[in-house]
């Protein structure tokens, strides 16, 4: 199975919302704990550890491309 990274969610706005939701009222450190409990359960669901390998890794790139731009813009 390959990952997908095109939308699956017929509606991804409301995808994002019950995340920003579940998130609501909680400290940075039980924000942190449910991310956490989220991405573990998820990565079961998938079950392929070749997809989970290819999500950590466009994950790391994202976030390492948004902070060099953000390094840049504050240059």
Do not use: C, W, Y
């Not at 920003?20 to 942190?32: M, P």
């Not at 359960?41 to 731009?69: C, E, F, T, Y």
């Amino acid at each position: 199975m390959a990952l997908s990274t095109a939308s699956n969610f017929a509606k991804p706005d409301d995808a994002f919302r019950a995340i920003v939701e579940a998130h609501r009222g909680l400290s940075d450190e039980q924000s942190a704990d449910l991310d956490a409990a989220l991405v573990l359960v998820l990565a079961n669901h998938i079950g392929d550890i070749a997809v989970l390998h290819d999500a950590i890794a466009l994950a790391k790139r994202r976030m390492l491309d948004a902070s060099q731009q953000q390094q840049q813009q504050q240059q």
